[in-house]
């Protein structure tokens, strides 16, 4: 899975790759140097003293990823039709406007129970459990609490929102560094664009013919397979 990305990645023009290391870190480790790095230059980020969340993971890496240059997350065991150079350029085009992003988020209309919430703008401003009836956000007027008879329909029509399902991958301007000082060690990168959403533009890449495949059980070993053949 690690080679598959990385070979992903250079073919998309990135050439610096930072990867975070946790458990088996150091096979991980061995297993890159045994590959001359895939032959791109290679950093460690190193958890084993404290799995971080997906937030904290990110301020840990800081000082390996803090150039000035907008950066992309990427979970290794994630397989998908994702199109990367298309997706950094939608991020950097955002970027020339006047209200730079903080985030490009890739998203889709897959369907799911949890959902980041977006304006007419495609700018990020809370997220939902259809099921539950909770509504996250910094806007106070968009706040649910959980409610067994949840119109999550008619809120969204009322209030002029879209709503997709978020695919774990995500660019971010090296801003966030400075911003996620005062966050703790561990935390969620959700929780830290919904609590940034009201004071930064958060952005989302849509891609409705996203095709993914979750490479966490092995079960779905196969389908991974199926999917990298283009079966």
């Known amino acids: ?17 930072v990867i975070n290391v946790h458990h088996f870190a150091e096979m991980i480790r061995e297993y890159a140097a045994q590959n001359d790095n895939f032959g791109i230059n290679v950093a460690f980020s190193d ?29 290794v065991d994630i397989l998908s039709n994702l199109d990367l ?5 939608a991020h950097m085009a955002d970027s020339i406007s006047p209200d730079t992003p903080l985030a490009t988020l890739l998203v889709s209309e897959r369907e799911t129970a949890r959902y980041f919430l977006f304006d007419r703008d495609n700018n990020l401003v809370g997220w939902m459990n259809k099921l539950s009836g909770e509504v996250k956000s910094p806007y106070p007027e968009l706040r649910r609490e959980p409610s067994a008879d949840f119109n999550w ?44 959403a009201d004071k930064y533009i958060i952005k989302a890449y849509v891609k409705n013919d996203l095709k993914m495949v979750d490479v966490g059980k092995l079960t779905s070993l196969k389908e991974a397979e199926d999917f990298v053949n283009g079966d």
């Open 153 to 196: 329909e008619g809120f969204l029509k009322e209030n002029g929102l879209k709503k997709y399902a978020f695919a774990g991958t995500h660019i971010l301007s090296s801003e966030v560094f400075s911003i996620m000082e005062s966050w703790p060690e561990r935390f969620p990168i959700v929780d830290f664009y919904l609590q940034m």
């Open 1 to 17: 899975l690690l080679e598959h990305l990385v070979e992903k990645l250079k073919r998309a023009g990135f050439c610096d790759v």
């Open 47 to 75: 958890e084993t003293d404290l799995l971080r969340e997906t937030g904290g993971g990110i301020r840990h890496a800081a000082q390996l990823l803090k150039d000035g240059e907008p950066f992309l997350v990427h979970n």
């Open 85 to 89: 150079e298309d997706f950094y350029e």
